[in-house]
């Protein structure tokens, strides 16, 4: 089943994300299956504030479980989180049904 995650840091986070950056790439890599996509929420400079996460995994609770034992979680770098189903309707230009 996909989940849309739209996660936003807690303010002033910027240095812990930095500081557990590649062991959160390290986590993403071991559920690369899951991963539908990833990246990061940029603000105006550039700078990292968040994140949006479509994953296919088999319920709401995998995907929280996803969520929680993020790194950038441990380290509480996330404020708010979001976690609803998805379905996809265009991919690469094309529509998807």
Do not use: N, T, W
């Amino acid at each position: 089943m996909l989940f849309a995650i739209r996660i936003l840091d807690r303010p002033g986070m910027a240095e812990a994300r930095r500081a557990v950056r590649a062991a959160h790439i390290a986590f993403l890599q071991q559920h690369a299956a899951s991963l539908v996509l990833a990246g990061p929420v940029m603000d105006a400079e550039g700078g990292s504030i968040g994140s949006v996460r479509i994953v296919d995994v088999p319920d709401r609770a995998a995907a929280e479980r996803m969520v929680a034992e993020d790194p950038f979680a441990k380290a509480g770098c996330f404020g708010e989180i979001r976690i609803d189903p998805y379905r996809i309707v265009f991919k690469d230009g094309k529509l998807a049904e």
